[in-house]
């Protein structure tokens, strides 16, 4: 059978499409704990590229981003959705951290740089 998010063609078995992660899949209604399992409705993003971006804005922050946009895919990988979720708003709530500070810095120095210039 083929994937309902991405297509690819994967086992008639599968509970879970391992190309993009879809939940939900054929017989999962009878085996999931959750018959209105929450993860089969949008994708969990990682953030990794965000949080890489972020290493220009502010590299502490982003730090602790990348780990958890890294464990967000292997969750996936694992078929652990919820903690996938878990990570994911993680990973989201250090990139903004990390653009938030990181901008604040680069406006402190464009006004202190303005300020040189105007002496
Ligand atoms: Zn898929």
């Known amino acids: 059978m083929f994937c309902q998010q991405c297509g ?4 008639n078995d599968s509970v879970y499409c391992p190309n993009c992660g879809r939940n939900g ?6 085996t999931s704990p959750y018959p209105n399992a929450p993860y089969a409705g949008p994708e969990i ?23 958890n946009a890294v464990g967000v895919n292997s969750a996936i990988g694992e078929g652990n959705y ?22 604040v810095g680069i406006i402190i120095r464009i006004i202190l740089t303005a300020a040189r210039a105007s002496m």
Do not use: D
């Open 8 to 11: 690819a063609e994967i086992p």
């Open 25 to 30: 899949i054929g017989e999962m209604a009878s």
């Open 45 to 67: 993003k990682s953030y990794l590229t965000h949080n890489i971006v972020a290493i220009f804005f502010c590299w502490p922050l982003a730090i602790p981003g990348i780990i």
């Open 82 to 103: 919820q903690l996938a979720q878990e990570k994911s708003e993680k990973a989201r709530s250090w990139f903004g951290w990390a653009l938030g500070l990181g901008i």
